[in-house]
């Protein structure tokens, strides 16, 4: 097994996706080669980070109390009726069987409050974890000979070169006339997935462009994280979803964006 090929797999072997003699040339690999070896090892620690992140919400205090202190008036209520000849309760007084469903009803509302918290929470730390991904990947691909598998400055060069490496075609359009020349193309791994990278560069700045099919609603280009002088964009719309990453500076790179995404939607070459 070749370096490369090694490299390409270390996402889906830490995550334990590969088939068996997959997984077996990748460890024998390992075993032997010192750089793959350091690279798994710096994904482990990645992966270590993020599980911390990832840590499962609760309820704050004050709605627990809240909650608590419903349930003993209930009890209460419930152990200690007052008594009553009527066939009615007295104006103003609720019924004690009202009381409890009031009670039971906030339970359901508290209920579907944390999983709702939970549901954005985990959506918010899925992102996080992508960005860490895709930031590891742009500074790995910065090393010497890891910057593209395919390099070229034509579209008709770099975007035939995914087909049967990835299962959608990436965008690639010409941007060399607004001052980004494209370098060429590799493939990567984000979110236990492989993706296509598209690589363009301004003036001395490299700039990779993460892609892979779109799983949500479009979202329009946000800056997610701005991290050792490296910038993160991201955005999605009907053909896929996209991060763009580099340590251009953020005005430009949003520029970049805009070009990209406007040539990408007008179907213009690429």
């Given at each position: 097994?070749?370096?490369?090929?090694?490299?390409?797999?270390?996402?889906?072997?830490?995550?334990?996706?590969?088939?068996?003699?997959?997984?077996?040339?990748?460890?024998?690999?390992?075993?032997?080669?010192?750089?793959?070896?350091?690279?798994?090892?710096?994904?482990?620690?990645?992966?270590?980070?993020?599980?911390?992140?990832?840590?499962?919400?609760?309820?704050?205090?004050?709605?627990?109390?809240?909650?608590?202190?419903?349930?003993?008036?209930?009890?209460?209520?419930?152990?200690?009726?007052?008594?009553?000849?009527?066939?009615?309760?007295?104006?103003?007084?609720?019924?004690?069987r009202s009381w409890l469903g009031l009670v039971a009803a906030g339970l359901v509302i508290?209920?579907?409050?944390s999983a709702v918290t939970a549901t954005l929470v985990h959506r918010n730390a899925l992102r996080a974890s992508?960005?860490?991904?895709?930031?590891?990947?742009?500074?790995?691909?910065?090393?010497?000979?890891?910057?593209?598998?395919?390099?070229?400055?034509?579209?008709?060069?770099?975007?035939?070169?995914?087909?049967?490496?990835?299962?959608?075609?990436?965008?690639?359009?010409?941007?060399?006339?607004?001052?980004?020349?494209?370098?060429?193309?590799?493939?990567?791994?984000?979110?236990?997935?492989?993706?296509?990278?598209?690589?363009?560069?301004?003036?001395?700045?490299?700039?990779?462009?993460?892609?892979?099919?779109?799983?949500?609603?479009?979202?329009?280009?946000?800056?997610?994280?701005?991290?050792?002088?490296?910038?993160?964009?991201?955005?999605?719309?009907?053909?896929?979803?996209?991060?763009?990453?580099?340590?251009?500076?953020?005005?430009?790179?949003?520029?970049?964006?805009?070009?990209?995404?406007?040539?990408?939607?007008?179907?213009?070459?690429?």
């Open positions: 097994m070749q370096c490369a090929d090694c490299r390409g797999l270390l996402h889906a072997y830490l995550d334990g996706e590969l088939m068996p003699d997959e997984r077996e040339a990748v460890r024998q690999h390992l075993a032997t080669c010192a750089s793959c070896a350091a690279e798994y090892e710096t994904l482990v620690a990645l992966s270590r980070q993020l599980k911390t992140k990832l840590e499962r919400p609760t309820a704050p205090d004050t709605l627990k109390a809240r909650i608590r202190a419903d349930l003993e008036r209930a009890e209460s209520t419930a152990a200690h009726p007052p008594f009553q000849t009527m066939a009615e309760p007295p104006a103003g007084r609720t019924p004690r508290a209920a579907l409050s992508i960005a860490d991904q895709v930031l590891s990947s742009h500074i790995r691909s910065l090393l010497p000979g890891r910057l593209t598998d395919v390099a070229s400055n034509d579209l008709h060069n770099v975007k035939p070169w995914f087909n049967g490496r990835i299962d959608f075609s990436p965008s690639v359009p010409r941007l060399d006339s607004a001052g980004f020349p494209l370098l060429g193309g590799r493939l990567d791994y984000a979110g236990g997935q492989p993706v296509a990278v598209v690589v363009y560069r301004h003036q001395q700045h490299v700039i990779n462009v993460f892609s892979w099919p779109a799983e949500t609603r479009s979202v329009s280009p946000t800056v997610v994280r701005t991290d050792h002088g490296y910038h993160l964009i991201h955005w999605s719309d009907a053909t896929g979803d996209f991060w763009a990453v580099s340590d251009l500076n953020l005005a430009q790179l949003h520029q970049f964006v805009a070009l990209f995404a406007r040539a990408e939607s007008e179907g213009e070459p690429r």
